[in-house]
């Protein structure tokens, strides 16, 4: 993944996409122009994911990476070449490639590490996807007492009869989110927040 400048700027394999996706958006949200472009090689674009196949979507191809490289819309093409080059020459080809776990394939001796799932990037045709960043959920929201999901004024007292549960209640995640969670979330506070109100 490379940003305006043609470089890479996170560990892309830190761990899997439910554990990185929302993260990310906010690594994306901080690059230049708060674009970034995700390029793949014809190894492994099987592997795409079915919302990589969607209408609504902002890609290219190529035959070569040259050709690509002029095809990224606000991406310095030149450091992107340069920048492909010295990440291949990191790839830790001596172990082997598997998406169904860390496999621990990485990088050597770039500046940004690859952690997981390191591959080369050189066999045509090359496809790319602009990516940007959405918003999800906000990571915040009212304050409630963790024991019967009562809501909490500022100095932290209960206000009687209110009750939160779901998607407003802060204070669950913050700096990550990993997928899925939101409505288990939901669900264990929506039946703290129910039979406490019935309670009151
Ligand atoms: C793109 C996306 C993908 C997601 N994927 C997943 C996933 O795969 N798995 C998962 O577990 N979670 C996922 N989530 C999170 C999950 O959808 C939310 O955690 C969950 O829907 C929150 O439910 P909620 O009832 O708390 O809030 P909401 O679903 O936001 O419901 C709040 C409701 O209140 C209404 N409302 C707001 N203000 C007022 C008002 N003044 N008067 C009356 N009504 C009002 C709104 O219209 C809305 O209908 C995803 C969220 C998004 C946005």
């Known amino acids: 993944m490379v940003n305006a400048t043609g470089r890479r700027f ?41 919302e990589y196949r969607i209408k609504r979507i902002t890609k290219v191809t190529a035959p070569t990476l040259e050709a690509l490289a002029e095809k990224l819309e606000g991406v310095d093409s030149r450091t992107f070449l340069h920048e492909i080059k010295s990440y291949n020459a990191a790839v830790d080809t001596d172990t082997v490639f598997d998406p169904n776990v860390k496999d621990g394939r990485g990088t050597r001796g770039v500046d940004i590490p690859k952690s997981n799932w390191a591959n080369t990037i050189e066999q045509g045709p090359f496809e790319a996807y602009q990516v940007g960043c959405g918003i999800t959920f906000t990571f915040g929201g009212l304050r409630i007492d963790p024991e019967t999901a009562q809501v909490l004024d500022n100095g932290l007292a209960p206000i009687p009869g209110l009750f939160a549960a779901g998607e407003l209640v802060g204070g669950v995640f913050f700096f990550n989110y990993p997928g899925g969670t939101g409505l288990i979330n939901g669900s264990v506070f929506g ?8 309670d009151a």
């Open 191 to 198: 039946r703290l927040a129910g039979s406490s109100a019935g």
């Open 10 to 50: 996170v560990n892309e394999g830190a761990d899997f996409r439910n554990y990185t996706y929302a993260k990310y958006g906010r690594v994306i949200l901080n690059q230049p122009d708060q674009f970034a472009w995700q390029i793949f090689d014809s190894k492994v674009t099987h592997l795409l994911r079915d």
